[in-house]
């Protein structure tokens, strides 16, 4: 079983519609997690972490069970510059023992 | 956010050779380094960690001997790739760590291998 499990997609939405992704992870010990973005050839940056009561910013919303060890990532409102693959990422331990990435949802918003 | 420089961002090589990617923390001391990589179409992969100073500490199935890691200073992490071969083509992020600001972590902007 894959440690964090993601939809790879892709994902064909139009502008303005609103998508979730949906993530799973294997540790319960697990401390905490994030979404990244990651363009094409480039390198991921942080888009939001993952509290327990939920968390928004913006048109992104993201959540965290951790009875379902299940995370979540809504985006309201599309815009063509969402149109990237967005990462699930868990980290098990302090932030010293590196993180551990699902494979990215790849989200492509149509005009 | 914090500012990460990786070099180069991309290099070709032939089979057999060494390449040095070369990873800086700008603004912030770097205790720790992660380095990833991340094939085609696959999640990144941690290889390997160090910490200033020390050995670094590799990720099973990462040859210690293959990936040579340097961790000399704070702001300084290097990485090189032995007698590299085609499978090592790979798109390879370091991430410097500073132990201050808590679980975020920042990436370098990549280096893409490619090794004909």
């Known amino acids: 079983r894959k440690e964090v499990e993601q939809d790879p997609g892709p994902f064909n939405v139009p502008e303005g519609a609103t998508v979730a992704f949906n993530c799973t992870y294997s540790?319960?010990?697990?401390?905490?997690f994030f979404w990244y973005r990651q363009d094409c050839r480039k390198e991921p940056k942080l888009l939001m972490s993952v509290y327990s009561s939920g968390n928004e910013d913006g048109r992104f919303t993201a959540q965290l069970n951790r009875a379902s060890q299940y995370i979540s990532l809504l985006i309201r409102d599309s815009k063509l510059s969402d149109s990237a693959t967005y990462l699930c990422?868990?980290?098990?331990?302090?932030?010293?023992?590196?993180?551990?990435f699902g494979k990215g949802t790849h989200l492509i918003i149509q005009p | 956010g914090a500012v990460v420089s990786q070099h180069p961002s991309w290099v070709i090589c032939k089979s057999g050779t060494s390449v040095k990617i070369e990873c800086r923390s700008l603004?912030?001391?770097?205790?720790?380094m992660f380095w990833y990589r991340q094939f085609p179409k696959q999640s990144l992969m941690l290889m390997a960690t160090?910490?200033?100073?020390?050995?670094?500490?590799?990720e099973q199935g990462v040859e210690k001997d293959k990936f040579l890691i340097n961790h000399a200073s704070l702001t300084l992490s290097t990485l090189t790739v032995t007698s590299a071969h085609p499978e090592d083509s790979s798109f390879y992020i370091c991430?410097?760590?500073?132990?201050?600001?808590?679980?975020?972590?920042?990436f370098g902007p990549g280096t893409r291998l490619t090794v004909t």
């Open positions: 603004d912030f001391q770097a205790t720790t």
């Open positions: 160090s910490n200033e100073g020390s050995k670094a500490t590799y």
């Open positions: 990422v868990v980290n098990t331990g302090g932030g010293a023992d590196g993180l551990t």
């Open positions: 991430s410097p760590y500073s132990g201050v600001t808590g679980y975020e972590q920042y």
């Open positions: 540790n319960s010990a697990s401390q905490s």
